[in-house]
């Protein structure tokens, strides 16, 4: 049997190691690792990384829109901040942020996305409101009756949402007349769908005759007042309590309007009615 002798042996391995060193890292050394890449976040601290952008949009001509998927992404990002913010009850906050979402629904133009627009609109009005900012509230709104009208159509209920709140806006601010304009237009469409027995008919028929009495307009007033009794005696209810408030009203009226004599005789009717009544 062949045997190697040790000496020879030896000699192999130190060739071997001469030929071909093995290359090893020093003692407590690791190579060098790339650092992570750095986590993107937008303006209203949202986590860019795990945001996909919806597939882009294209027109009638079939162009991509620009920037559509970032502006709504933005859009509803600072919706969200500034929803958190109002329930906080931090209103500086949520006037802010709200504001940059409709600047960034208003860059799209005519792809706006009406219902979350009117939606953005609605909420701000309401922290302008709070904040007294009536005058940029109805800004607003009249922005969001625009968008609604065209691109729900008029007979959407965002867009009785937007006419109640200029009309409530209007009427704090004592403009009477643009008031009446809007509780008009909600009391025609009311009166079509509903009747004239409705609850929000029925509503705003009063706010309509008080936007009247307070502005003054005391010949509007009666009308309306006039018209309502007529309706009621028409109706066989001529002897009712209600009549009889209503003609304690127009009395009212009529006073305002210097119209003493009238007035004094529409109380006697309306007393009659009442003691009518008691018996």
Same mark, same amino acid.
Request: charged share 30%; aromatic share 10%; with cysteine.
């Given at each position: 049997?062949?045997?190697?002798?040790?000496?020879?042996?030896?000699?192999?391995?130190?060739?071997?190691?001469?030929?071909?060193?093995?290359?090893?890292?020093?003692?407590?050394?690791?190579?060098?690792?790339?650092?992570?890449?750095?986590?993107?976040?937008?303006?209203?601290?949202?986590?860019? %990384?795990?945001?996909?952008?919806?597939?882009?949009?294209?027109? !009638?001509?079939?162009?991509?829109?620009?920037?559509?998927?970032?502006?709504?992404?933005?859009?509803?990002?600072?919706?969200?901040?500034?929803?958190?913010?109002?329930?906080?009850?931090?209103? =500086?906050?949520?006037?802010?942020?709200?504001?940059?979402?409709?600047?960034?629904?208003?860059?799209?133009?005519?792809?706006?996305?009406?219902?979350?627009? @009117?939606?953005?609109?609605?909420?701000?009005?309401?922290?302008?409101?709070?904040?007294?900012?009536?005058?940029?509230?109805?800004?607003?709104?009249?922005?969001?009756?625009?968008?609604?009208?065209?691109?729900?159509?008029?007979?959407?209920?965002?867009?009785?949402?937007?006419?109640?709140?200029?009309? =409530?806006?209007?009427?704090?601010?004592?403009?009477?007349?643009?008031?009446?304009?809007?509780?008009?237009?909600?009391?025609? !469409?009311?009166?079509?769908?509903?009747?004239?027995?409705?609850?929000?008919?029925?509503?705003?028929?009063?706010?309509?005759?008080? %936007?009247? @009495?307070?502005?003054?307009?005391?010949?509007?007033?009666?009308?309306?007042?006039?018209?309502?009794?007529?309706?009621?005696?028409?109706?066989?209810?001529?002897?009712?309590?209600?009549?009889?408030?209503?003609?304690?009203?127009?009395?009212?009226?009529?006073?305002?309007?210097?119209?003493?004599?009238?007035?004094?005789?529409?109380?006697?009717?309306?007393?009659?009615?009442?003691?009518?009544?008691?018996?």
């Amino acid at each position: 049997m062949f045997r190697t002798s040790p000496s020879i042996v030896l000699s192999l391995l130190a060739l071997c190691v001469a030929v071909s060193p093995v290359q090893m890292p020093a003692f407590g050394k690791t190579p060098a690792r790339k650092p992570p890449a750095a986590q993107k976040f937008d303006s209203a601290g949202e986590n860019l %990384m795990y945001y996909t952008p919806p597939p882009l949009q294209y027109d !009638t001509t079939g162009k991509p829109i620009p920037n559509m998927p970032n502006l709504v992404y933005q859009a509803n990002a600072y919706f969200e901040a500034g929803q958190k913010a109002f329930f906080k009850n931090d209103m =500086e906050f949520a006037e802010s942020y709200l504001k940059k979402s409709i600047e960034c629904r208003d860059k799209l133009n005519k792809v706006r996305e009406a219902k979350e627009y @009117i939606q953005g609109v609605n909420l701000l009005g309401k922290v302008l409101r709070k904040r007294n900012k009536y005058e940029d509230a109805e800004k607003y709104y009249r922005q969001a009756l625009s968008m609604a009208s065209q691109g729900l159509g008029a007979d959407a209920y965002e867009v009785k949402e937007c006419q109640l709140n200029l009309a =409530e806006c209007y009427e704090k601010t004592n403009k009477y007349q643009d008031a009446i304009y809007y509780y008009k237009n909600l009391l025609v !469409t009311a009166e079509k769908k509903y009747g004239p027995d409705d609850p929000d008919v029925q509503e705003y028929s009063r706010k309509i005759l008080d %936007m009247n @009495i307070k502005g003054g307009n005391y010949e509007a007033a009666e009308g309306i007042l006039k018209q309502k009794i007529d309706f009621e005696e028409s109706q066989g209810r001529g002897s009712t309590p209600k009549t009889a408030k209503l003609l304690d009203q127009y009395a009212d009226v009529l006073k305002r309007a210097c119209k003493m004599e009238e007035a004094a005789a529409i109380e006697a009717k309306a007393k009659s009615i009442k003691e009518a009544s008691a018996n």
